[in-house]
Structure formats: structure tokens, C-alpha cells
């Protein structure tokens, strides 16, 4: 009989930064560029929305990957729920549409707030929630996962979010959106990086099993320096806060760029990966209070 931590497990607590940050960063950041004062009724619904495609998300991955058998003894990251026999795949998979639906219902105030551009956003987000892992291409089994996240945990939720705020597509958010996205990817890349050995067993085609190790590290890397460096644009906007406010936390992110570096794939990287997360909600947290209005 599973027990209710067992869920929140295979939730993964530790992913849902990703989709925590970009609601935050859009909408505090599109109240401060339009000079409205921050809708915080439709805030808690996106927060809330998103948190469940997360989940929903997450949840998919689990059964999924255990009904294509890309989860192994071999594992190293977090139990599965379902490979690990505590749940059916069916029970798992019924409880993804579930969050699908909360999510949905969650959404409907933000629409009758905007309109048509918000079920046009919402319904390609519903269905890669299940297609990042089913359907007929799954993204994260063609080394697409990373620009997935950077697409709708970065350009999507934070422009999105920034959308519902104020009622316009903003430049600034699409910044925003890269800083944001970069940081979230870090998280799948690193994840990528420690499975790497298993996937390429089970014939998991990610950009890590694919290219390797280096290849890997070169990314994380990349997607560090663009979504700081992105930042200038802000110095020339004279929003100059908004770029050096978040740098405090750049430290955090050299430390585990450096720990992938010069550590070998493995459990350890679980703890870089916690890590990841923190350093994806710090940045958003001071990117924020910098753009309170």
C-alpha cells in the first residue's frame, strides 16, 4: 500500500522550482513594466495550475518510463513508485489526468481574465505534459527534453504569466523567459548527466546518452553563462537591479558547475541536483524583489 510520501516522491519536490519561478518572475515582472499593481487572485490560480502540470508531468514520466522499461535496477536517482512496485502504472497514469483536469479547472479564471491566448498556451502545455514521455514521439526519449523546458518552463510561463498580469506580450518577459528557462533546463540536463549510463542501456536517447559526458558538462555550462549573461539586457533598460541582484546567487551555480565538473555521474549528483533547484528559486526570489513595483 503506498503511503502518501511515496507520492509526493514521484512528484518530485525537487523539480517543482520550474514551475514555481516563471509564474513569480511573469507576473511581478509584467506589473512592474506595465505599472499596474500585481493581481495576486490570478497569480495563486497560475502558481496553482502549473504546480499540477508539473505533477501530472512527473507522475507520467514515472509510469511511463516503467512500461517502456528505461527504469532499472540500475537506478540511481529517486525510486520510482512504479518500478518500484508500490503502484500500478494504470493507478499512475489515472492520477496524471486527474492533476491534468485540477490543472484545467485551475486555469478557467484565467481565462474569462484574457481570453483565447491562455487555452491557446494551455492546451499544447496539457498535452506534453503526457507527450514529454508518450504518445508517438516522446520528447525526452530524442534529446528534445531540454528544449521543452526552455520553451515552457521559461518562454511560455514566464511570458504567459507576465500575459495574465497585464494583458500584453512584453519584451522584457521573453528575457526574462531565457534567464528562467536556462536555470530550469540546468535541472533536466543534470539529470540527464546521472542517468546517462542507464539510458543509454535502455535505449533512452537524450542529449547526454547521446553525446556524452563532456558534451553534457559543455551544456550545463552554457546554459549557466546565457542566462546571466542575458541579464544585461536589463543595464540597458536602466532596470539595473534586475541584473545584479541575481547575480548574489551566482556563486551557488559555479559551485555545482564545478562539482560536475570534477565529480564522476553518480548518486551524488542527486545532491547537485537539489542544488539546481535551489539556485533556479534564489534567482527567481531576487530577480523579484528587484522588480517589485
Same mark, same amino acid.
Given at each position: 500500500?503506498?503511503?502518501?510520501?511515496?507520492? !509526493?516522491?514521484?512528484?518530485?519536490?525537487? %523539480?517543482?522550482?520550474?514551475?514555481?519561478? &516563471?509564474? $513569480?518572475?511573469?507576473?511581478?515582472?509584467?506589473?512592474?513594466?506595465?505599472?499596474?499593481?500585481?493581481?495576486?487572485?490570478? =497569480?495563486?490560480?497560475?502558481?496553482?495550475?502549473?504546480?499540477?502540470?508539473?505533477?501530472?508531468?512527473?507522475?507520467?514520466?514515472?509510469?511511463?518510463?516503467?512500461?517502456?522499461?528505461?527504469?532499472?535496477?540500475?537506478?540511481?536517482?529517486?525510486?520510482? /513508485?512504479?518500478? #518500484?512496485?508500490?503502484?500500478?502504472?494504470?493507478?499512475?497514469? +489515472?492520477?496524471?489526468?486527474? +492533476?491534468? *483536469?485540477?490543472? %484545467?479547472?485551475?486555469?478557467?479564471?484565467?481565462?474569462?481574465?484574457?481570453? @483565447?491566448?491562455?487555452? !491557446?498556451?494551455? /492546451?499544447?502545455?496539457?498535452?506534453?505534459?503526457?507527450?514529454?514521455?508518450?504518445?508517438?514521439?516522446?520528447?525526452?526519449?530524442?534529446?528534445?527534453?531540454?528544449? $521543452?523546458?526552455?520553451?515552457? $518552463? *521559461?518562454?511560455?510561463?514566464? =511570458?504567459?504569466?507576465?500575459?495574465?498580469?497585464?494583458?500584453?506580450?512584453?519584451?522584457?518577459?521573453?528575457?526574462?523567459? =531565457?534567464?528562467?528557462?536556462?536555470?530550469?533546463?540546468?535541472?533536466?540536463?543534470?539529470?540527464?548527466?546521472?542517468?546517462?549510463?542507464?539510458?543509454?542501456?535502455?535505449?533512452?536517447?537524450?542529449?547526454?546518452?547521446?553525446?556524452?559526458? %563532456?558534451?553534457?558538462? /559543455?551544456?550545463?555550462?552554457? @546554459?549557466?553563462?546565457?542566462?546571466? *549573461?542575458?541579464?544585461?539586457?536589463?543595464?540597458?533598460?536602466?532596470? %539595473?537591479?534586475?541584473?545584479? =541582484? &541575481?547575480?548574489?546567487?551566482?556563486?551557488?551555480?559555479?559551485?555545482?558547475? !564545478?562539482?560536475?565538473?570534477?565529480? #564522476?555521474?553518480?548518486?551524488?549528483?542527486?545532491?547537485?541536483?537539489?542544488?539546481?533547484?535551489?539556485?533556479?528559486?534564489?534567482?527567481?526570489?531576487?530577480?523579484?524583489?528587484?522588480? +517589485?513595483?
Amino acid at each position: 500500500m503506498p503511503r502518501l510520501t511515496d507520492w !509526493i516522491q514521484a512528484a518530485r519536490p525537487k %523539480t517543482l522550482g520550474a514551475a514555481i519561478a &516563471p509564474v $513569480f518572475v511573469g507576473f511581478i515582472l509584467g506589473a512592474r513594466l506595465s505599472g499596474q499593481e500585481i493581481e495576486w487572485l490570478l =497569480m495563486a490560480f497560475t502558481l496553482a495550475s502549473t504546480i499540477a502540470l508539473q505533477i501530472a508531468t512527473n507522475w507520467f514520466n514515472d509510469a511511463l518510463d516503467f512500461r517502456q522499461g528505461k527504469d532499472t535496477a540500475a537506478r540511481i536517482g529517486p525510486r520510482r /513508485i512504479t518500478a #518500484a512496485g508500490l503502484v500500478r502504472s494504470e493507478s499512475v497514469m +489515472m492520477a496524471g489526468y486527474v +492533476m491534468l *483536469g485540477l490543472a %484545467t479547472a485551475l486555469s478557467i479564471p484565467l481565462i474569462a481574465a484574457r481570453g @483565447l491566448p491562455i487555452v !491557446i498556451i494551455g /492546451i499544447p502545455s496539457l498535452y506534453f505534459c503526457y507527450g514529454y514521455t508518450g504518445g508517438p514521439a516522446p520528447l525526452a526519449y530524442r534529446g528534445l527534453g531540454e528544449l $521543452f523546458v526552455i520553451l515552457f $518552463f *521559461g518562454f511560455v510561463a514566464v =511570458m504567459g504569466s507576465a500575459f495574465v498580469q497585464c494583458g500584453e506580450w512584453l519584451v522584457g518577459a521573453v528575457v526574462a523567459g =531565457m534567464q528562467i528557462g536556462c536555470l530550469s533546463t540546468i535541472l533536466i540536463a543534470v539529470n540527464n548527466l546521472r542517468d546517462l549510463e542507464e539510458d543509454r542501456s535502455t535505449g533512452k536517447r537524450t542529449l547526454a546518452a547521446r553525446f556524452g559526458v %563532456t558534451f553534457a558538462r /559543455i551544456e550545463i555550462t552554457v @546554459l549557466l553563462a546565457v542566462a546571466y *549573461g542575458i541579464g544585461l539586457y536589463w543595464i540597458d533598460t536602466d532596470d %539595473t537591479l534586475l541584473f545584479t =541582484m &541575481p547575480l548574489a546567487v551566482l556563486p551557488l551555480g559555479l559551485f555545482v558547475l !564545478i562539482r560536475l565538473w570534477t565529480t #564522476a555521474p553518480g548518486p551524488s549528483y542527486n545532491r547537485l541536483l537539489a542544488l539546481s533547484g535551489v539556485h533556479l528559486l534564489l534567482f527567481a526570489g531576487l530577480f523579484c524583489m528587484a522588480a +517589485m513595483p
